[in-house]
């Protein structure tokens, strides 16, 4: 009969008819403390797990195990000869029937009745919260710019492999989304995207601006692969974004029209000094938002290897170390450029946008235009600031210093 039960069970996970297994009634005059166990589908990780509950009499105990894990504890803890003790009860429920093992300790018998719960409950493992991007529109279909891009199949189910990446698209949308909400929407916004690849984040963040917050929207994606701006505006076309369009170019060539009122400029990873041109093209264009993920710090390293020969400080030492000289190059390249994003009347503030776990370029700056920073003893104050940071760590310049004075 435990084979039988077994059998039920590995069955309804295999056909996904399977809801959750109760254990009771532990025999066992040496332990009185558990009472039962509950167990239920989880899937951490993207695997399919079992997930105990050992409910004791003062506490509860969780423990997760693999399919094949734990289907054997089971067997263990309904059979009568174990040491440790056993349940003298089991049910299996499922979508189609429950199915109850009874009296193992002296007469076992098992018998099926009516399912008593006829939906599976969710196996997420935590819990699942609405995203800002869906892989569907309204009417249930998959959106074809995510089928294109790889992130999704045709029935609108995220790919394994492209798991990480749209949790990227979704926390850089729902970072935005608070700062997006504030602009004026009496006029269309103008987005321009620097540097922006296949176009993930691109097309991610006119879907959210067009469909989600109703806004009337203009966005360019500037890109200087010819095949990826070819790729991206037959996605664009095929998607119906009609005021969504890629040009091929390079961040530090492509010139924003003045008539065209750039209200959002963004640059993602864009290696070393693009990212200054990027916020440089932000500043030229009066850009009421400036949003950078910057990727490959090598200038202010190179400027901090130059000058350690001649300069000693107390933090000198870190520069002995690659990977801390990496870090503190980093650091230190980002704060410059807030600090100068200051000057030009820019709030600015530096945020993670995602967990390191799905990628180490994970630090995000926002500048937001406050014409309450224009005043000369507040650009003073910042610019004391980023002329003492040069002195310490002996930087003689920082790229977008030279772009902003020439």
Do not use: W
């Amino acid at each position: 009969m435990l084979h039988q039960f077994t059998e039920k069970v590995k069955e309804s996970l295999e056909n996904g008819s399977f809801i959750k297994i109760t254990l009771s009634n532990f025999l066992n005059n040496e332990n009185q403390t558990l009472k039962k166990i509950l167990i239920r589908k989880t899937i951490i990780k993207r695997e399919e797990n079992l997930t105990f509950v050992y409910r004791n009499k003062t506490n509860d105990i969780t423990k997760n195990y693999t399919l094949d894990e734990g289907i054997k504890v089971i067997i263990t803890f309904l059979t009568k000869e174990n040491q440790e003790g056993f349940f003298n009860q089991a049910i299996l429920f499922t979508t189609d029937f429950d199915l109850h093992l009874k009296n193992i300790s002296k007469k076992p018998s098992i018998f099926s009745q009516k399912p008593t719960q006829k939906q599976a409950i969710s196996t997420s493992h935590d819990k699942q919260k609405k995203r800002a991007i869906q892989t569907k529109d309204k009417k249930g279909n998959s959106k074809s710019y995510l089928q294109a891009l790889k992130i999704t199949d045709p029935t609108g189910k995220v790919y394994k492999n492209a798991q990480d990446k749209y949790k990227q698209i979704n926390q850089y949308i729902e970072i935005l989304s608070i700062l997006l909400k504030q602009l004026p929407s009496e006029k269309p916004l103008q987005i321009t995207d620097m540097g922006a690849g296949k176009g993930y984040l691109t097309f991610a963040l006119h879907d959210y601006l067009k469909n989600n917050l109703k806004l009337k929207v203009n966005t360019v994606g500037v890109e200087f692969r010819k095949d990826l701006v070819e790729l991206c505006n037959e996605i664009a076309v095929a998607s119906n974004f009609e005021n969504l369009s890629f040009v091929e170019g390079t961040i530090e060539d492509y010139q924003i029209k003045k008539e065209d009122k750039t209200n959002i400029l963004i640059a993602l990873h864009a290696c070393d000094t693009a990212t200054d041109d990027a916020i440089f093209k932000g500043i030229e264009a009066d850009a009421e938002l400036i949003v950078v993920a910057p990727c490959c710090h090598k200038q202010i390293r190179r400027e901090i290897e130059k000058g350690r020969k001649e300069l000693q400080n107390q933090l000198s030492p870190l520069t002995n170390y690659g990977i801390f000289l990496e870090r503190q190059a980093e650091m230190l390249t980002d704060t410059m450029r807030c600090l100068l994003l200051n000057c030009c009347g820019y709030q600015t503030k530096a945020v993670q946008f995602i967990s390191d776990t799905h990628t180490p370029k994970n630090v995000l700056l926002i500048a937001t235009k406050k014409t309450s920073f224009l005043e000369e003893d507040m650009k003073a104050k910042h610019l004391k600031e980023f002329e003492q940071l040069k002195s310490f760590f002996g930087i003689e310049k920082h790229y977008l210093e030279q772009l902003i004075l020439k």
